[in-house]
């Protein structure tokens, strides 16, 4: 008998407007399915919902297989809300009157579907039908930047950020639009699966794993891995997933597929760090989530994160943090 745990399955509604921007719909979801590849703790299921059975995209292609809107939603839902074009090729009258009553539908829909407990996720001018709905009275939110005067109009009660990539405001969720959508969702995903996940997604769509420009600091996971290089990649998905392990450069260098030496030489151009360095930010990350998570010793602490001593550790910390471990401990814990 397996005592393999079932992975906890995340719900995830896309909602599909008229006129939909496939890049909305295409980028984001792809960084939930490729999750599903790289992990299995979560398995994120996808239904593509909307007014109508069929939606014409941005592109002319037309999708089809769209189910209703759903009455009710569950608890642990992910609501992505895409967004549309807003100048068809070959504006149509009757087809305008048409996607007026289908976004109608949506909004109405919005006003009794969301409530405490679902995330709602927007994208690019998906935030102006949650606006219409009131969902973003009180949130900082933002959209694409030819909507940003447009949403102010529609829900004056909410906070429209200018100028940023996504913003994150309690349990709702709203980016920039089209390209930007992988980057609120792979923001989202590190924060469901940790950013090791989120950096591996972010390699194999070939995008940077980039953070809120407003954000006070970069995760120490991210950190050093807005590159393209696959050779540095290679030696950094390894530390990552092992960060106490006895690296040496030799045994990096052969998992990278390059010489000790011209691995060094990559890491610091690349990465900004040295391989050592590199290294031992890992094995703090790991040492800082087992202080603020367990009740372990510093000694017990240091020796799962891969430092030789105590003391080699407090070093490490001593040089990134002003803390020293017992003290953030217990910063850390009071702030939840």
């Known amino acids: 008998m397996s005592n393999l745990a079932a992975p906890q399955e995340i719900p995830v509604f896309v909602v599909l407007p008229p006129r939909t921007l496939l890049l909305d719909v295409a980028g984001p979801i792809e960084v939930l399915r490729r999750a599903n590849v790289e992990q299995e703790r979560l398995r994120f299921v996808f239904r593509y919902i909307g007014p109508s059975c069929e939606v014409a995209s941005s592109i002319g292609l037309t999708l089809g297989g769209v189910e209703p809107l759903p009455p009710t939603l569950p608890d642990n839902a992910l609501v992505v809300v895409c967004g549309s074009i807003r100048t068809p090729p070959e504006p149509l009258p009757q087809t305008d009157v048409q996607n007026a009553k289908y976004q109608a539908e949506i909004v109405r829909w919005l006003k009794g579907a969301i409530r405490p407990g679902i995330r709602l996720v927007l994208i690019c001018s998906g935030a ?179 430092f030789a001593s105590a003391r080699q550790f407090r070093r490490a910390w001593n040089r990134l943090h002003k803390l020293p471990p017992s003290r953030m401990r217990i910063s850390e814990r009071s702030t939840f």
């Open 128 to 306: 102006l039908l949650a606006g219409h709905a009131g969902l973003l009275d009180g949130y900082d939110c933002t959209t694409h930047h030819d909507c940003c005067a447009e949403l102010t109009a529609l829900a004056p009660r909410a906070r429209v950020l200018e100028n940023r990539l996504y913003v994150e405001d309690g349990e709702r969720f709203s980016s920039a639009g089209v390209t930007t959508g992988i980057d609120l969702m792979l923001h989202i995903l590190a924060g469901f699966t940790g950013p090791a996940v989120a950096v591996a997604v972010a390699r194999y769509l070939v995008v940077y794993l980039r953070r809120d420009g407003a954000d006070p600091q970069m995760s120490p996971w991210l950190e050093g891995r807005n590159h393209m290089h696959p050779a540095v990649h290679r030696a950094q998905d390894m530390i990552a997933k092992d960060p106490a392990r006895a690296w040496s450069l030799a045994s990096l260098a052969r998992e990278a597929a390059v010489s000790r030496r011209h691995l060094s030489r990559l890491f610091g151009e690349h990465s900004g760090m040295s391989v050592t360095d590199y290294i031992n930010r890992m094995r703090l990350a790991l040492a800082k989530e087992m202080l603020t998570a367990s009740q372990l010793s510093i000694e017990h602490i240091a020796e799962r994160a891969g």
